[in-house]
């Protein structure tokens, strides 16, 4: 009677073990989340992602509420990438073109995060893992693993003093490493402000790919199933490739993952099916007369599962 006792009651004390790591975790990446919008920090980045590996200048700044990401490239093409105020924009060295997009969703260009890190809690667990250093920084370790199969597994190294996400890497469901981006250094900016040097306010040829940005109900499409805990983020209306043409552009996000659903008038070379580059996975399906593609950096059964419930408005 003892014994059964003494392990039901180990049992509780790893229960509530574990229950407190999570929290624990979860606040962590709270705090991160709030320091990644309201500090001043630069660094040296490494972005791998599909086996290209880019490393570029970083900065971020926060001024009246107002946040500012910017990249320069250290390797060609050079280019500078800035992100503030809805849109994007990337500015080319070489041509001294400019490309804009606006967009309403404020994803970093370090590591995308929810709003919501408690609501997420059916579809994600957290665990904070042994400490480990990164750029001779001491970081705590979270593991993010997904309970379903329509999203991948992450791990987020995070600073133990100002909570900056230092490392982040995101595995496909066989645990390969898939993309990775890692500060190779990192200087917070106490009071001071942020090295704005750069010569985009110079550059010339812009192409503003602004569009206009709709109710989904305006869409021509109903997405009949889509994976737990996704949300439309916005629906849009964009110009094809072909004059004329007109692609409708649907974005889903979980807050870690996202997923693109893109209609557009039948073309004669269309390949339908599922279609695997590196990490993106894609799946595309006629309806009618429009071609209907599902894109996004998850696993091929999120894909298929949204585009199986994909239907035309009458």
Not at 49 to 58: C, E, F, H, I, Q
Not at 247 to 257: M, Q
Not at 291 to 297: P, S
Request: with cysteine; proline share 3%; hydrophobic share 40%.
């Amino acid at each position: 009677m003892f014994s059964r006792f003494l392990i039901v009651f180990c049992l509780l004390l790893v229960t509530a073990y574990v229950n407190a790591a999570e929290v624990n975790a979860q606040q962590i990446m709270q705090n991160m989340s709030q320091a990644m919008k309201t500090l001043e920090y630069q660094g040296t980045v490494a972005f791998f992602k599909n086996g290209r590996l880019d490393t570029m200048k970083y900065f971020h700044s926060c001024k009246n509420g107002q946040e500012q990401e910017r990249l320069l490239s250290l390797n060609s093409p050079m280019r500078e990438v800035i992100r503030e105020a809805g849109k994007v924009r990337c500015v080319f060295k070489k041509t001294n073109a400019t490309f804009v997009n606006h967009r309403p969703v404020r994803a970093s260009f370090i590591v995308d995060l929810p709003e919501d890190f408690v609501a997420i809690q059916n579809v994600y667990s957290f665990k904070a893992l042994d400490e480990e250093s990164v750029a001779m920084l001491p970081t705590y370790v979270i593991l993010i693993e997904p309970k379903d199969q329509y999203r991948y597994k992450r791990k987020i190294w995070i600073d133990k003093v100002y909570f900056l996400p230092l490392k982040s890497e995101v595995y496909d469901l066989h645990g390969t490493t898939v993309e990775q981006v890692v500060f190779t250094d990192i200087q917070v900016n106490n009071g001071t402000t942020v090295d704005k040097s750069g010569d985009s306010e110079k550059q010339f040829d812009i192409v503003d790919h602004q569009t206009e940005l709709l109710a989904i109900d305006k869409a021509g499409i109903v997405l009949q199933q889509i994976p737990s805990n996704y949300h439309i983020a916005f629906f849009e209306q964009m110009n094809g490739e072909e004059e004329g043409k007109q692609v409708d552009h649907v974005f889903l996000s979980d807050g870690f993952s996202s997923v693109s659903v893109y209609v557009e008038t039948k073309a004669k070379d269309t390949i339908v099916g599922l279609q695997v580059l590196g990490s993106v996975k894609s799946m595309t399906k006629i309806i009618g007369d429009f071609q209907v593609t599902v894109l996004g950096e998850v696993p091929a059964k999120a894909v298929q599962f949204i585009a199986q419930g994909i239907k035309l408005k009458k």
